[in-house]
Each structure stands twice: as structure tokens, then as C-alpha cells.
């Protein structure tokens, strides 16, 4: 066989031209090496042809073969077949609204409202308001006030102890150097703690609200809503009960969403002038014209009778109005016993908004456990965490808040841009049991898209966060085009085998995923 020649054929791949085959041919010599290599030229003839058929079968069925997810690790979820009529940029666990706009009239009304008032350096007040509010913190609790005295008088203690003895010879008592230790413990206290006030909403601070804040309320509000609708479409509440209603966003957000399903709109604000202020919104900026929409009622404190129940309660943004831990558990367990169907919270996309959330999301827990044994209608978390352990982002030495964003045009002021950003935290409710809910892991993060790889940043059902980077040699095709089609905020349609953990970036790193998101995705400069 010396000297004979032989053939082999490599592989067949896809190029611009179409189907292009690959031939060596080798010349065996006496020393078994190859003297030279002939490569047949690429295919022109029929390229039209094969740039056809390339387009068709990638479209096929057979084409998902190429990437086809490996069958121990994370795979897209299709047990509703979703995939074989819908593109992967529908795919269910999209949840994106577009910018929300307010409606004319909403906008006609503010404008009135505000000319009427007649406030002085308004565009700088609004701002002013805007960051006290975004910047605003939890009251300090007692224990935790105790906690910080005790710690700081020791640190002090140790620091006095060397001049103590010098002081005593100078006869200088021991109940003087108490009374001074007390005094600078104090002192170091007052400038070092958190000085939380509440806040007194008059008139011209209502309409200050209304001006610096009615369109991001809102925005975070019609996002909420909107994935309720988006996941249940069955379910179409008749009657509201908003908690801390202002000026009246939850009510406006919530007619935009189920329209005349609702039949009762219940706005409790303790601010008589608030829901003032939101009646004559209602009216187009006078009480001599018909409300905009029928069945909205104002009262300044809860109904008292605990039969009395809503199909969606709502609290945006009023949490950080009650003065102790306390007494926002005790708001919150309330308000969970007075709901019927879906609970919204809503707060600032801060530390301080997610740790809210997540004391009262461990209230509610910690109520349906208490309550197991009796009459209990039971409940579930709807979003945005898929699963009920311990949130993953607290337990971190960096703490790093659970928030979304949401596109909003604001009310049509000079200094105002055409479009702004909401940043927020939220938490839905729902009663009844969840074993029906698809466990979908949240994208936390911006998605990163990479040539041929995805970076998603996600919660799972186990309570753990993952640094998924998705790849369709990897995951498959399917789940690889449904990352790259999502965005923050947004549900992947993937299964996660337990054991399966992937590489998770420490938050504290330097170059790590997190600060690439934070970097890129700065708090909305409506916030600063």
C-alpha cells in the first residue's frame, strides 16, 4: 500500500457560502509521516441554494439538536411547551413594562393643583424632597440604641483608664467621671445615630409630594401590578385597600390595570390634607367637577372590623412612616389578615426599603406559622423571591439591596427630563398555597450579553445566589436565547438540578459581576 493514496473526510460546517466539505488527501511515505496535504477548494456553485437551506433548517426543529443542554446540568423549563409557539423574546418569564406614562388627565390635574399653590423655589424643593426621602433611614430601635451606648462607654472606659488614676489624686470624684463618660457617650450618639423624624404632611408638603414623587410611585406601582397580570390573567380584583395612600398613585395605577373590575378603592392616609389632595386630583383640580373614577373612598384610619377584606391591599412607600419595628409588624400582619387575593409592599430600592421588606416578609411567614392549626387561608410569596428561606443578599458581609428599575415620563415640569428611572424594592403576596407556582430563578442584576455567553445573576429556589454564565453549548439553544432576551427583573424558564451549584462572585471582589452592574446601573438621577 506504499505510495498509495488515501482520503479522509474531517467534517462538514456551515459557512457564509453554504455547505462547504472539508477533504485531506495524504501521501503515505516509508517513515509513516504525511508528505503533503491537498485541500480541496470551497463549493461556489449552488451557494444560493445552500444559503437557503442553512436559513431553513436553522429554523427547524432539528437545529435545537446543535445545542441541546447537557442532561445533568440546568435546562430550560418547556412542561407548557411555551417554545413551540411563542419566540424566545416572549418567552413567559419576561416581566419588562415599557415606560409608563401617566394620563392626561392625572397630568392636567397636577398642573392645576400645584399652580394653585403658589410655591416658591419649587424645582429646588422638589429635589430637596426627593433625596431626603430616597436617603431616609429606619428608626433606630431602642435595643439597638442600648446596644451601641454599652459598647461605645466600654471603648471609652479603656480609653479614660490612664488618666483615671491621676484625675482621682486630683480629687476629683468617681461620680464626676461617670457623669463625664455619660456625657461624651451621648454626645458621640447624637452625631453618629440616625435622627429619624416623622413626617407632618400639610398642604404645601402635599403638593411638594405630588410634584416630586406622583409619577415614580406610580411607575413602581403599574410594574407590580403589571406582573400580577402578566402571571395570573384570571385575576381581576373588585375591591382595593390602600394603605398610606398620599396622593393617590396605587389608585390611578390600579384603574390603568383592571379598569372597572374595581368597585371599591379604599385610600387611608392619617394626612387629612393628603386626602384632600387627592380627592381634587381626582376631580381634575376642582371639587366641582365629577371624579374620574367611581367607588374611591378616603378615610384616615383603617377599618376597624377585621372581616372586612380586600382582593389587593397595598402599602407603597409607607413603611418608613411608622416609628418602631413594631409597629411596622404589627401594620403589616393587619394588612395580611385584611387581604383576600394579592399584598403589595413597596419601598425605596435601598438598604433600608429591602430590609423593610424582608422583616415583613418574615412577619407574615412567622404569622402563618403561628396560625397553621387553626382557620388559616395560608399564603405564599409571589415575587419577587422564588423560594421562602432567609434572603441570600443579607447574609453577605457587603449588603447589597434586592431592587428593580422601572422607565417612567414624569410630570411635565421644566427641569424635568422626558424620561426618568424609578429605583424600588417590592414584595407581592398571595394567598393560598404555592405548589403550583413555577420556582423560575429572578434575574437580580443587569444581564450582561457576551459574544456566545450570557451573564445572569440569579436567585434560586434553593435561597442561594448563582453567577449563571449561560452558554447554548452548554444549557442548550433555548434556555442560552431565553437569557439573552431577558433583562433585569425578569424570571428565567430553567430548571436547576439540586447539587448544581455554579460559580458564585463574591460581591466584595473587586471586578467582580456586582460592581460591573452597580457601575453600569447607578441609582436613577431622579434619585440623586
Known amino acids: 500500500m506504499r505510495g498509495a493514496s488515501y482520503t479522509i473526510i474531517f467534517a462538514c460546517v456551515y459557512t457564509a457560502l453554504g455547505l462547504v466539505t472539508l477533504t485531506y488527501t495524504g501521501f503515505r511515505q516509508k517513515n509513516g509521516q504525511i508528505a503533503g496535504v491537498a485541500v480541496m477548494p470551497p463549493l461556489s456553485t449552488g451557494g444560493a441554494l445552500f444559503r437557503a437551506l442553512k436559513l431553513s433548517f436553522r429554523n427547524s426543529f432539528l437545529y435545537r439538536g446543535f445545542g441541546v443542554a447537557l442532561p445533568d446540568g440546568p435546562q430550560v423549563d418547556n412542561t407548557s411547551q411555551f417554545l413551540q409557539g411563542v419566540p424566545h423574546r416572549q418567552h413567559p418569564g419576561i416581566l419588562k413594562l415599557k415606560k409608563v406614562t401617566l394620563p392626561p388627565n392625572v397630568i392636567d390635574g397636577a398642573q392645576v393643583l400645584v399652580q394653585k399653590c403658589s410655591i416658591t423655589r419649587l424645582e429646588e424643593r422638589c429635589h430637596a424632597l426627593t433625596h431626603y426621602l430616597w436617603s431616609r433611614k429606619r428608626p433606630v430601635e431602642d435595643r439597638e440604641l442600648q446596644s451601641r451606648a454599652i459598647e461605645l462607654e466600654k471603648?471609652?472606659?479603656?480609653?479614660?483608664?490612664?488618666?483615671?488614676?491621676q484625675d482621682l489624686q486630683a480629687d476629683k470624684s468617681?461620680?464626676?467621671?461617670?457623669?463625664?463618660?455619660?456625657?461624651s457617650v451621648m454626645a458621640t450618639l447624637r452625631k453618629n445615630i440616625y435622627h429619624w423624624q416623622q413626617l407632618r404632611y400639610?398642604?404645601?408638603?402635599?403638593?411638594?409630594?405630588?410634584?416630586?414623587?406622583f409619577?415614580?410611585?406610580?411607575?413602581?406601582?403599574?410594574?407590580a401590578f403589571h406582573e400580577i397580570r402578566k402571571r395570573v390573567p384570571e385575576f381581576s380584583p373588585q375591591t382595593l385597600l390602600d394603605f398610606g395612600s398620599g396622593t393617590g398613585s396605587v389608585t390611578w395605577a390600579a384603574h390603568a390595570a383592571w379598569g372597572r373590575s374595581i368597585r371599591e378603592y379604599m385610600c387611608v392616609?392619617?394626612?387629612?390634607?393628603?386626602?384632600?389632595?387627592?380627592?381634587l386630583l381626582l376631580r381634575g383640580g376642582s371639587l366641582s367637577h365629577d371624579a374620574r373614577m367611581p367607588g374611591v373612598y378616603f378615610r384616615q384610619f383603617l377599618p376597624v372590623s377585621p372581616k372586612v377584606g380586600y382582593d389587593l391591599v397595598v402599602s407603597a412607600y409607607s413603611l418608613n412612616e411608622l416609628p418602631s419595628q413594631q409597629d411596622r409588624t404589627q401594620m403589616i400582619q393587619t394588612l395580611w389578615r385584611k387581604t383576600d387575593g394579592f399584598l403589595v409592599l413597596i419601598e425605596n430600592g435601598t438598604k433600608e426599603g429591602h430590609q423593610m421588606l424582608m422583616e415583613a416578609r418574615d412577619a407574615i411567614l412567622k404569622?402563618?406559622?403561628e396560625q397553621e392549626n387553626k382557620v388559616n387561608r395560608g399564603g405564599h410569596i409571589f415575587a419577587p423571591?422564588?423560594?421562602?428561606?432567609?434572603?441570600?443578599?443579607?447574609?453577605?458581609?457587603?449588603?447589597?439591596p434586592c431592587n428593580f428599575i422601572q422607565a417612567y415620563q414624569p410630570l411635565p415640569f421644566s427641569w424635568n427630563p422626558n424620561t426618568m428611572w424609578e429605583k424600588f424594592s417590592f414584595l407581592i403576596m398571595r394567598r393560598g398555597p404555592g405548589e403550583d407556582v413555577e420556582q423560575w430563578p429572578r434575574i437580580t442584576q443587569p444581564v450582561l450579553r457576551r459574544p456566545r455567553h450570557?451573564?445572569?445573576?440569579?436567585?434560586?429556589?434553593?435561597?442561594?445566589?448563582?453567577?449563571?454564565?449561560?452558554?447554548?453549548?452548554?444549557?442548550?439553544?433555548?434556555?442560552?436565547?431565553?437569557?439573552?432576551?431577558?433583562?433585569?427583573?425578569?424570571?428565567l424558564p430553567m430548571i436547576i438540578p439540586s447539587g448544581d451549584a455554579e460559580s458564585v462572585v463574591d460581591d466584595t471582589t473587586p471586578g467582580s459581576l456586582q460592581n460591573v452592574c452597580l457601575h453600569e446601573n447607578q441609582p436613577p438621577s431622579s434619585l440623586t
Open 155 to 165: 471603648r471609652l472606659r479603656v480609653k479614660m483608664a490612664p488618666h483615671s488614676s
Open 174 to 183: 468617681e461620680e464626676a467621671l461617670k457623669e463625664a463618660l455619660k456625657q
Open 202 to 213: 400639610d398642604k404645601e408638603l402635599g403638593v411638594l409630594y405630588l410634584a416630586a414623587r
Open 215 to 223: 409619577a415614580g410611585v406610580h411607575a413602581a406601582v403599574s410594574r
Open 269 to 279: 392616609d392619617s394626612s387629612a390634607e393628603m386626602n384632600e389632595l387627592s380627592e
Open 367 to 369: 404569622l402563618d406559622e
Open 385 to 400: 423571591c422564588p423560594h421562602s428561606l432567609p434572603c441570600p443578599l443579607l447574609a453577605k458581609t457587603h449588603i447589597v
Open 454 to 491: 450570557v451573564h445572569c445573576r440569579i436567585c434560586c429556589p434553593d435561597g442561594m445566589l448563582q453567577h449563571m454564565v449561560v452558554t447554548a453549548h452548554r444549557h442548550g439553544r433555548d434556555l442560552y436565547r431565553c437569557a439573552r432576551n431577558s433583562e433585569w427583573g425578569d424570571r
